[in-house]
């Protein structure tokens, strides 16, 4: 049963535009969020977290928001370019106690068009 | 300065072979982790290293699968009688402390085809 969702295994979006990547969790002991980034071939890289006392990180382009009533989390990329054309991870840890294992969701694959 | 490295990058066996897979951490970091991606899917937990010790190995599917790491750094994943089933892109990743907002850092994986 995924505990991690990302119902979109797909995204295409307008250079310059914005992403909206999704994401939805089950265990309400989830408590530290994660999405990494993947290029083919490579390993995932660190891209943005979020703790559960917060609604909102931002880092440059990339922001992170966080529904903890709807267990909802969204990453928003502005504006989006080539670049950003990858494979996003969400991913979840739990709480007090954790000892850090991330619990990932299947992906959402972004392609960004020039 | 270098990342988490990992060899091979790829691995073909025949079905029912051994294999061991390695993982060099970034200097310094005492925890160490273990995922497996099948085509897919999102990476899956199989073991947590801190330091040489084996502190969490809920997510090995069996016992054919076992992992060390005696000095504190470098990992071994060792498969035993490998079955197609377990094809799949292995992905270590390394953190300076263990613990739940430690950033962890992934290597390029190994991607294993089993015969």
């Known amino acids: 049963d995924q505990q991690v969702k990302q119902n979109s295994p797909s995204l295409s979006v307008q250079e310059g535009r914005i992403s909206i990547l999704n994401c939805d969790y089950t265990n309400s002991m989830f408590d530290y969020f994660l999405w990494y980034k993947k290029y083919p071939a490579e390993g995932p890289t660190f891209l943005i977290s979020i703790s559960s006392i917060k609604d909102k990180n931002e880092d440059g382009r990339f922001t992170v928001f966080l529904n903890k009533s709807a267990k909802h989390l969204s990453l928003h990329i502005v504006p989006s370019q080539p670049g950003d054309s990858a494979v996003y991870f969400c991913?979840?840890?739990?709480?007090?106690?954790?000892?850090?294992?991330?619990?990932f969701g299947k992906g959402t694959k972004l392609s960004v068009k020039p | 300065g270098a990342g988490v490295s990992q060899t091979p990058s790829n691995k073909v066996t025949e079905k029912g072979k051994y294999v061991e897979l390695r993982c060099d951490p970034i200097s310094g970091h005492t925890a160490l982790y273990w995922y497996r991606q099948s085509l897919g899917q999102g990476p899956e937990f199989l073991i947590y290293f801190q330091g040489t010790g084996a502190a969490d190995d809920s997510g090995l599917p069996n016992d054919r699968f076992f992992a060390v790491r005696p000095e504190g750094s470098v990992s071994t994943l060792k498969i035993q009688r490998t079955e197609r089933g377990d094809s799949a892109v292995y992905l270590c990743?390394?953190?300076?402390?263990?613990?739940?907002?430690?950033?962890?850092?992934f290597g390029p994986g190994t991607r294993l085809l089993v015969l």
């Open positions: 990743a390394s953190s300076p402390r263990s613990g739940r907002g430690e950033t962890q850092y």
């Open positions: 991913a979840a840890s739990a709480g007090r106690g954790s000892q850090g294992n991330l619990i």
